[in-house]
């Protein structure tokens, strides 16, 4: 375990996460040249879509040794729409390396990664890239992310030059300069800058640890044995979130940085507590290569090139070939067959994972991703993981007739990679709904429906679920009588119909008295008004929320039947209606919408012109939070608005709250589309 680590890299778009990895790999001579993604020759940019994109819309993984370690790489994409491959990532390192881009303004992407993996039990640092570019700026982007965010990113490597001048760093605790793994002389002209850095680093070590802090002002002074470890500490600790400079397209500060990887960044031995769910109960525990056998999905895919695949961290224990397992979240046992280290879709066999390790898995029958590896028997699983809130749906239909029989089976599988969407088949609206963090991301699986099942598929907004209901009492009776030779039908009921509160659904009440009706064409009444309400009266949406009484009637010996009596009740409940004022309820969401100060004006028109109410404000640390409520209908096409309203900042989350009446003029609009249909 440590000699271990597992290293993932979150952030912004465009700030050369893939490329420093490519450089990454060369450098550790795992690969004879470095792949360009406008070539789309990348190790870890393998897939179709993302050599078409030209930019990272999975996780992938590259495995090496360097310096006696072996590194385990996870790259991740920057896209929002697709953070579940970063939550991924943070579940299986222990160190999240966010990579910013050093020419540019702070990042809305890399704004979302912060703020995603904020509060996850991971250390934090951050490499600023692109060090090259025009306009790069090493202290001007830390700057950008300690103004924008909660972070005080510490600078440990700091750049000899920028621009076409980057010829290196300069390690602080160790204060001394490199090139790419060899020392250099530090510049005279940055002899005040490195020994101001010094200081700042040796208070912030100092400050992590209260023996550290007390010689700090006995002394006044750490030695550089006390700034190592104490480094190692701080950031191992969490105390301490480390900076690092490099450019990956001139491969600068790279083996600098590899070097960190192994001598400042914590192994799975230091940080080997983890929070796991134990007989329904969430517990921290610590675990070790002699515990049982603990491991976790972090990803499961299916690629035609390189098949069914789920990468696995094992946290303690071991996993061998042949092993039998029990997979908890699906109270399924299964059995480890092929082991792989895994270089991007490249794969070489492996005879076992180790604790701490990570590794790939082949023809699982069921771990998929977010799935815990335990022993039969074992009464343990991985603690849940929390996901973002789905925030734009889509109705997803076969294109063409004949894939309708294949469109369900093939979605499971694409859901089974991605747990952030979800599709429900929407019983009151005939629709299957696809549900997701955006365009991208659906649009996405409409490409691999295409690619990987050869199906075509149409995408819409669907349509809202709205129910009916009244809004008076009445008082009705309706007598049903056919005769047109043989048996006749007749049937005659008495119904008092009333409003009920919203979310109390339908009250059936037996008032009959006297044999007025004979009982055993009551349960026929119940059926005939549950028939009806499943499609509604005036919109082709459910009624609920009413409360029907059948008081009185008259019946027939001979023309009297269950039928009759159900005709009756269609005909009664209908009448009531054009009584009882019907109206239309719409369903309404909670929403917690997340923005910087700058755009609340803005978002608070909008919010109102969307039927929205705002229920309360408060802080998130740099930025204000709008807690509100909306309706559905107003809701579907709310992301690319709030999108464009903020320059990509604003965010929000979701979950039902209530069903609500639709103001008169949308309801009229509601019922007269349904009749056009109809």
């Not at 008081?551 to 269609?570: L, P, Q, R």
């Not at 404000?617 to 992301?639: D, F, R, T, V, W």
């Amino acid at each position: 375990m440590k000699n271990i680590r597992n290293i993932a890299f979150v952030g912004a778009t465009g700030a050369g996460k893939t490329s420093l990895a490519e450089q990454i790999l060369y450098n550790a001579k795992v690969t004879t040249r470095v792949g360009k993604i406008e070539e789309g020759n990348t190790v870890m940019d393998f897939n179709a879509e993302e050599i078409e994109r030209q930019s990272s819309v999975s996780l992938s993984i590259a495995q090496f040794d360097w310096k006696k370690c072996k590194i385990n790489l996870l790259d991740t994409p920057g896209v929002g729409d697709f953070v579940v491959e970063q939550i991924s990532a943070a579940i299986a390192s222990e160190i999240t390396l966010f990579v910013a881009n050093a020419a540019a303004e702070f990042e809305v992407s890399l704004e979302r990664s912060l703020e995603l993996l904020a509060d996850r039990p991971i250390v934090k640092g951050l490499i600023i890239n692109r060090m090259d570019s025009e306009g790069a700026d090493f202290n001007k982007a830390l700057e950008r992310i300690r103004e924008n965010t909660d972070i005080n990113p510490a600078p440990i490597m700091i750049p000899i030059g920028s621009e076409h001048r980057f010829e290196g760093i300069i390690d602080i605790a160790k204060g001394k300069a490199f090139n790419n793994g060899e020392e250099i002389d530090i510049p005279e002209n940055m002899s005040e800058q490195v020994e101001e850095s010094r200081l700042e680093l040796m208070e912030a070590i100092a400050e992590s640890d209260d023996q550290l802090l007390e010689k700090y002002f006995e002394a006044g002074e750490l030695s550089k044995e006390e700034m190592t470890n104490g480094l190692q500490n701080a950031i191992k600790n969490g105390k301490l979130i480390p900076a690092f400079a490099t450019s990956a397209s001139k491969n600068i500060g790279i083996i600098d940085l590899m070097n960190a990887f192994v001598e400042y960044l914590p192994s799975p031995a230091d940080r080997n507590e983890i929070t796991i769910q134990k007989d329904e109960n969430e517990t921290k525990i610590k675990v070790s290569e002699n515990d049982d056998l603990l491991a976790y999905v972090f990803k499961s895919f299916s690629d035609p090139k390189v098949g069914d695949m789920a990468y696995v961290r094992v946290f303690s224990g071991k996993l061998t070939n042949g092993l039998d397992i029990y997979v908890p979240e699906k109270d399924n046992k299964d059995r480890i067959g092929s082991m792989y280290q895994v270089l991007g879709k490249n794969r070489q066999e492996a005879d076992e994972i180790n604790t701490g390790d990570i590794g790939g898995l082949v023809k699982m029958k069921y771990a998929r991703s977010f799935n815990s590896i335990v022993l039969p028997n074992s009464k343990m699983r991985f603690h849940e993981i929390e996901l973002p809130s789905s925030v734009y749906w889509q109705s997803i239909k076969a294109a063409n007739q004949h894939d309708e029989d294949k469109i369900g089976s093939a979605l499971t599988k694409l859901l089974d990679e991605d747990p952030t969407l979800n599709v429900n088949m929407n019983k009151e609206t005939a629709e299957n709904v696809i549900s997701g963090l955006g365009e991208q991301q659906i649009g996405l699986l409409q490409k691999r429906l295409r690619s990987r099942f050869k199906i075509e598929a149409d995408l819409k907004i669907p349509a809202v679920p709205y129910k009916e209901t009244i809004s008076k009492n009445a008082d009705v009776n309706y007598r049903h009588k056919k005769q047109s030779g043989g048996k006749g039908q007749y049937a005659e009921v008495y119904f008092k119909v009333k409003p009920k509160a919203r979310g109390e659904g339908f009250e059936f009440i037996n008032s009959v008295v006297g044999g007025r009706i004979p009982t055993k064409f009551i349960p026929a009444i119940e059926k005939g008004l549950l028939e009806i309400m499943k499609d509604g009266i005036v919109s082709g949406n459910p009624i609920v929320d009413i409360s029907v009484e059948v008081y009185d009637g008259t019946f027939h010996d001979v023309d009297s039947s269950e039928m009759a009596f159900k005709i009756a009740s269609w005909n009664a409940l209908k009448k009531a209606f054009s009584i009882a004022k019907p109206i239309l309820l719409e369903p309404v969401h909670k929403v917690k919408i997340i923005i910087p100060d700058e755009y609340m004006g803005d978002v608070m028109g909008d919010i109102s012109t969307r039927r929205g109410k705002i229920q309360g404000m408060e802080n998130k640390g740099k930025k204000q939070i709008l807690n509100s409520e909306m309706p559905l209908a107003e809701l579907m096409n709310y992301y690319p608005a709030l999108k464009s309203l903020t320059q990509g900042r604003g965010r929000f989350t979701q979950e039902f709250s209530h069903y609500e009446k639709v103001p008169n003029e949308i309801a009229q609009k509601v019922i007269s589309e349904a009749k056009k249909e109809d």
